[in-house]
């Protein structure tokens, strides 16, 4: 069963599944983060919601330039867990299945795309308490405890990623 965190389901309630992908991305201890200015304002893993047909790697990819302006590579699948929320935005109650991977800020292509979003490079111990659910501290603080590599290498990375989950 995939870990829950926030509120639970409300009874009667009905949920849709939307699955996203959400990145951990780290450069020297500061952590590459999107703030999202509305429906309220947050910080954010930067990521979002995988499309019918799209991939969930795909998705990291497109999510996170147009939230942040840059690419990413090397992307590692660290776990997943679920959000039950309302998501004004879409006037939605949605089932949030969010599968969370460590990848490696490339490049800064330009600014986000995303309206009301901004990326924010953030000290490591500062991100983990401005993030602004759950699940995302409990990511984040699971790759600030594993062991600084000794390499950039994905093997590291996918030899780690079971712990991490």
Same mark, same amino acid.
């Given at each position: 069963?995939?870990r ?5 389901v409300k009874?009667?309630q009905r ?6 992908a959400?990145g951990?991305?780290m ?14 304002? =947050?910080?954010?893993?930067?990521g ?7 991939s969930?790697?795909?998705a990291?990819?497109r999510?996170?330039?147009e ?16 959000r ?7 006037d939605?109650?949605? =089932?949030?299945l969010c ?40 990511f ?26």
């Amino acid at each position: 069963m995939i870990r829950r965190f926030g509120d639970s389901v409300k009874t009667g309630q009905r949920y849709k599944l939307r699955p996203g992908a959400y990145g951990v991305l780290m450069r020297n201890r500061r952590i590459l983060l999107t703030h999202q200015e509305a429906p309220v304002p =947050e910080f954010q893993l930067p990521g979002g919601g995988v499309d019918p047909g799209e991939s969930a790697i795909a998705a990291l990819h497109r999510e996170v330039f147009e939230e942040t302006g840059w690419s990413i590579a090397t992307p590692v699948r660290l776990g997943a867990f679920r959000r039950f929320v309302y998501m004004p935005e879409y006037d939605l109650w949605a =089932e949030k299945l969010c599968m969370i991977y460590a990848a490696r800020p490339a490049s800064r292509r330009g600014p986000p795309s995303e309206p009301d979003h901004r990326a924010v490079w953030m000290a490591s111990n500062k991100a983990v308490n401005a993030l602004g659910n759950d699940g995302d501290r409990h990511f984040l603080q699971r790759v600030l405890r594993t062991p600084k590599p000794q390499t950039k290498s994905r093997r590291y990375f996918e030899t780690r990623a079971t712990n991490w989950g």
